[in-house]
């Protein structure tokens, strides 16, 4: 089929990572893209011609995860080593380093608001960690086998998470309680989201699945089976009237969310897919896989349909709630057996002049703490309260210290002696240093001591059911 304006283009690809793609997060001003890959690193690659593309180096292990602070100041990492980082997105390699899971850590999420990072882990637990003070805050414990994935609702008050125990489960941020389970006898979930008002979730199935939940019904609205292959992740258009998908079939699909229907497949990787993502303003989008390659593709087919939904929610009487769910999407189940039209794109036959981005890589070492409050020495102690301010709330941030100030402000910094940086005694600060060393331990012992109690709980679940299932029998029997 002939292709059309509306179509979806890739754009350019970056070369750079030596082994798979795992994640990758747009910044909040679409200027950068970050991605974290089975070679350990991170890049933050600059859509600028000629810009240098910066490889972070800290981790010791697998980069699960990544994604910017709201702001955009921050950038959180997880991996298999079993911690947490954040890092500023800039070529001087400051990092924070948290350790609370006792094993790989599968995914980060900063609240909307950027004062919470959520993270979920191979240990069974979701824990919880406030940013303006960089502490650990709470556990979420019920699921019984790995989680693969935690997001925060777009108002922070809730949590949805998914695990290899084959559920998805909905978490109540103020009473840090279970409220709502989503379970699957055939396969779990490798992923799982918030649609963009909060209404719904979607789940990317091992079973190759993708799911649709109206989460204040408890019913399922839509069930795609497209591909061909387990479903590795999805990523909602800002406008939620787009979904799209990627699988270890080698493909991406994106889906018409309102006329519930595939309406494109894009091919473009070598081997699996497992990364893929839409910038904060829906214009492009990125994917990623095993052939180490980040494609970047321009949108296209969202422009003629935002304005009007637009339009279409403003004349709606609702006005102290989003609009239900039902009033949105098709009543009746949709057939997806290939009978309706969908584009195929295939940019290595269709794309002649494509932009190969192979950028000059700087390693950036990480300058790191393993606290949960960086001591860094490059950073003047004198200005801490400006370098502090990183990772605050936005919301808090006052007028004279905006994310652009403070990156002005800290270059500046930086260009200063490093003797004429350090005003705090050096006794003083490794004495501070060893006491947070402790406070680490004792974190880490809490979060073990955390799930011998799961397990002690599974055992007794285990027992009680075994209990019910001789009374039944002895009942039948009797």
């Known amino acids: 089929m002939a292709s059309s304006p509306e179509d979806p283009v890739l754009e350019r690809y970056f070369k750079g990572h030596k082994a798979a793609i795992t994640s990758m ?10 991605t974290a890959s089975w070679d350990t690193f991170l890049m933050l690659w600059n859509f600028k011609p000629q810009a240098r593309a910066f490889r972070f180096v800290g981790h010791k292990d697998v980069v ?34 948290f350790k609370a899971h006792t094993a790989p850590v599968r995914s980060v999420d900063f609240s909307a608001d950027g004062q919470f990072l959520a993270t979920a882990s191979e240990d069974k637990s979701i ?27 777009p108002d922070g008050r809730l949590i949805v998470s998914c695990s290899e125990d084959k559920t998805v489960k909905i978490w109540d941020t103020t009473n840090k309680q279970c409220v709502n389970n989503f379970s699957d006898s055939v396969g779990f979930a490798n992923f799982v989201d918030f649609n963009p008002n909060g209404t719904c979730i979607a789940s990317a199935g091992s079973d190759h699945t993708v799911k649709i939940w109206d989460i204040r ?59 893929v993502s839409f910038s904060k303003g829906g214009e492009l989008f990125t994917s990623g896989g095993a052939d180490a390659q980040v494609l970047l593709w321009r949108t296209n087919f969202d422009e003629l349909n ?16 989003p609009p239900h769910l039902l009033d949105i999407y098709p009543r009746t189940p ?51 309260e400006e370098i502090s301010r990183y990772f605050l709330n936005p919301s808090l941030v006052s007028s004279d210290c905006s994310p652009a100030t403070l990156k002005k402000k800290t270059e500046d910094m930086s260009d200063l002696p ?49 209990q019910q299932r001789l009374f039944t029998v002895s009942q039948q029997k009797s």
Request: proline share 4%; with cysteine; charged share 25%.
């Open 64 to 97: 699960t995860s990544v994604q910017f602070s709201p702001v955009g100041n921050l950038l959180a990492s997880a991996s298999r080593d079993r911690t947490v980082r954040l890092w500023i997105p800039d070529k001087k390699g400051k990092s924070s380093e």
């Open 217 to 275: 019904m408890n019913k399922l609205l839509q069930h795609y089976q497209v591909h061909s292959g387990g479903v590795n992740c999805l990523s909602y258009h800002p406008s939620g009237n787009y979904l799209i998908t990627a699988s270890s079939d080698g493909t991406l699909k994106i889906l018409d969310i309102l006329e519930g229907r595939l309406i494109y497949t894009l091919q473009g990787h070598t081997g699996p897919v497992f990364a």
């Open 334 to 384: 949709h057939l997806h057996d290939g009978k309706l039209e969908t584009v195929e794109i295939n940019p290595k036959l269709e794309v002649i002049d494509l932009q190969t981005s192979n950028p000059p890589v700087v390693d950036v070492l990480s300058f790191d703490s393993t606290t949960t409050t960086d001591t860094s020495g490059r950073t003047p102690p004198e200005k801490s």
């Open 25 to 34: 997060d747009f910044s909040p001003n679409c200027k950068q893209l970050a």
């Open 306 to 321: 935002c304005k009007d939904l637009i339009k279409r929610n403003l004349k709606r009487l609702h006005f102290e709630s």
């Open 418 to 466: 490093y003797e004429s940086q350090r005003s705090i005694p050096l006794a003083v600060t490794d004495a501070l240093e060893h006491i947070m060393e402790q406070l680490n331990v004792l974190t880490q012992t809490v979060s073990i001591l955390e799930q011998r109690l799961t397990l002690t709980e599974d055992k007794l679940k285990d027992c009680l059911e075994n």
């Open 127 to 153: 824990k919880v960690w406030n940013m303006y003070r960089q502490r650990f805050l709470y556990s979420l414990y019920r699921h019984t086998h790995w989680v693969r994935c935690a997001k925060f609702s």
